[in-house]
């Protein structure tokens, strides 16, 4: 027989005379270039199961043959055998079907029988001399028969080369007897089981739930946790919080976002990663000990979820975003798709929302969501928030912003968790959002017990550059700082602006591109609220992907909303992103504020850092009573 094959390919059995034995090494050749030439052991050949250490299984197996009808060839009868619907091509069905092959021949003519002789009725005709399945055979359950001595034997011969799963072929006069003059031939690491579940003749034998109950005892965790977060804003931010801080755990993070999927910190598939595809990949992995998943619109539209229950959940916001898009036509659709996040928290799970959205703040009630009991988290910024307050009272968990630091609440108890100023990506807490984000990310944490302390020292640790690329990330070039966004959405538009409103004496640019595939009437909402921003000067770019835009029509769209919002304001169009930052910073003031709206952050912060801008935490505070002396360059900026 081969020295490494497998599914008795290539063997040959009862070899007397030295032609039998060249022409079966031939055989054995074909296979694998080293043949391995062993004793003959004569007996009934059976195949016994080990797993975990003890036999659950046994069939004795016969070779591939037909029974003779007196009338039919042998080559008839195989046809009429391989039309047995039980019998597949391969592994395809419970039996395999029977091919003649050159194996079959030597078998054939050894004993002087050929194809195209007519067996007597009854008479079993053997076809082959080694007797596995794949190449035709049968099996008969013998389990009940197994003698004693001959089991543990069987199971001293698994743990002799440490296999938890072992299939064991012996060679026995009868395997009701003690082994005697019989042995062992072969251990199969890697044994089929469809003999032992779909057996020929006798009793099936649940095989597979054996191996199962080894891999997954009664009572041992056979899952990991899986947090998903969805949201209109924020979710990117609230993952990469979660799996920062679950990581610092010492807990191997699975993590899809919009800008890949992690496995332990490390990006193991670059873009937009956010459908069911991606936690398939997660849960797949089985280094992973949680998985932490940004949950979308578009993944949940095209493909569901890829998971079936969730430990918890978060819902970060609800506000117009891809309408237009998916049949998507109003907020409420929007509500529709998201919340499947939350309906799909297991029982005993927990959800957490935004106390402060009205339509989240009404989830608890609505009737996809009264089936499982749930534990309800919410969080706000404002501690006198209504719905907040009303679920604390009530011996609720919630989450709020305190004289500074981010709080938990539980009846008349509260802990402090962590001041907001101490996260690095709230800008020194300036970025109430990031502090909301916080305030999710702890929710979701603490509900999968991690102590307060690993949640301090992680946040700590969590800066915008960092560990958040591509959402608000403040760079420092010379005296002028740029904040890198990517803002898309009327909701994210006005939570930027309203951040650099907080930077107060220094001048405000605002560097906009808007994303092409939304309607014109979500467009036109996110340059009014680019028009309501406060920014001195407004630069209008092209995307690099307009989505299906032409060249220049988005940028005319912004000049348009703002000369009907605030005609005073000056909107310039220089369509190459590139050539917009460069402008920009080469008529800024000193001290000024670039906000650069852009889907392209990475190569924005490669540029930047050519250029010698080195990321920062926080836009200072001007000294009172000064003001930075004005510079401006209108006439420059308007002669672009």
Not at 64 to 69: F, I, L, N, Q, S
Not at 366 to 373: A, V
Not at 402 to 413: H, M
Not at 454 to 464: G, K, M, P, V
């Amino acid at each position: 027989k081969p020295l490494d094959g497998n599914q008795g390919k290539g063997v040959s059995l009862n070899l007397w005379t030295e032609a039998q034995v060249r022409e079966a090494f031939e055989i054995a050749r074909v296979h694998r270039p080293r043949v391995l030439i062993e004793e003959m052991v004569s007996g009934r050949n059976y195949r016994v199961l080990v797993v975990n250490g003890r036999v659950v299984a046994a069939s004795e197996r016969l070779p591939a043959h037909v029974v003779g009808d007196g009338q039919r060839t042998v080559a008839e009868l195989i046809a009429l055998e391989n039309e047995n619907p039980l019998r597949a091509d391969g592994h395809n069905g419970v039996l395999t079907k029977i091919v003649v092959d050159d194996v079959v021949r030597a078998c054939l003519a050894k004993r002087g029988r050929s194809l195209d002789e007519v067996p007597a009725r009854g008479e079993r005709f053997f076809l082959r001399e080694s007797v596995n399945l794949s190449t035709g055979g049968i099996a008969r359950d013998v389990t009940d028969e197994i003698h004693p001595d001959t089991a543990r034997l069987c199971e001293r011969a698994a743990r002799a080369i440490d296999l938890d799963i072992c299939g064991i072929d012996l060679v026995a006069e009868d395997i009701a007897k003690p082994l005697g003059r019989g042995a062992i031939i072969e251990l199969n690491a890697a044994p089929g089981i469809r003999m032992h579940e779909h057996p020929s003749e006798g009793k099936p034998r649940d095989v597979g739930g054996a191996i199962v109950e080894m891999l997954y005892p009664p009572g041992a965790p056979s899952r990991i946790p899986i947090l998903s977060i969805t949201g209109t804003n924020g979710k990117t931010t609230t993952t990469r919080m979660v799996g920062h801080i679950l990581g610092a755990t010492g807990a191997t993070v699975g993590m899809t976002t919009t800008e890949g999927i992690y496995v332990g910190g490390r990006c193991i598939e670059a873009g937009d990663t956010t459908g069911a595809g991606s936690a398939r990949a997660i849960l797949f992995d089985p280094t992973v000990d949680v998985a932490v998943l940004e949950t979308a619109r578009g993944g949940i539209v095209r493909r569901g979820l890829g998971y079936d229950w969730s430990d918890v959940a978060i819902m970060t916001n609800l506000s117009p975003d891809h309408l237009g898009q998916d049949g998507i036509e109003s907020v409420d659709d929007l509500l529709w798709i998201k919340m499947v996040v939350a309906e799909r928290v297991r029982e005993g799970g927990t959800l957490v929302l935004n106390a402060e959205d009205p339509l989240l703040a009404a989830v608890p009630q609505h009737r996809r969501m009264t089936k499982l009991s749930r534990a309800i988290v919410f969080f706000a910024l404002d501690p006198s928030n209504p719905v907040l307050h009303a679920h604390v009272a009530q011996g609720g968990t919630g989450y709020t912003l305190k004289n500074g630091s981010i709080v938990e609440l539980k009846g008349t108890r509260e802990r402090h968790i962590v001041g907001a100023a101490e996260i690095p990506a709230t800008f020194a807490g300036a970025a109430l959002f990031q502090v909301q984000n916080a305030m999710a990310a702890i929710a979701a944490c603490r509900a999968q017990g991690v102590p307060v302390d690993a949640i301090q020292s992680a946040l700590r640790t969590f800066d915008a550059c960092g560990k958040n690329r591509g959402r608000m990330n403040l760079y420092q070039l010379d005296d002028n700082y740029v904040l890198v966004d990517y803002g898309h959405n009327p909701g994210a538009f006005q939570a930027t602006c309203a951040l650099a409103a907080q930077w107060e004496g220094r001048r405000l640019t605002a560097i906009v591109s808007l994303p092409g595939d939304r309607s014109n009437a979500l467009l036109e909402a996110c340059a009014c609220e680019i028009a309501k921003g406060g920014f001195h000067r407004i630069l209008a770019k092209d995307d690099g992907d307009r989505r299906g835009r032409a060249p220049g029509e988005l940028p005319a769209l912004v000049q348009r909303v703002l000369a009907e919002v605030r005609p005073e304001q000056a909107c310039v169009v220089i369509p190459d992103e590139h050539e917009a930052i460069e402008h920009a910073l080469a008529t800024a003031e000193p001290g000024e504020v670039i906000v650069l709206f852009t889907e392209e952050a990475p190569a924005m912060e490669e540029m930047l850092t050519r250029m010698g801008a080195v990321a920062v935490n926080a836009v200072p505070e001007l000294r009172s009573g000064t003001r930075l002396r004005a510079r401006r360059r209108e006439d420059a900026l308007l002669a672009v």
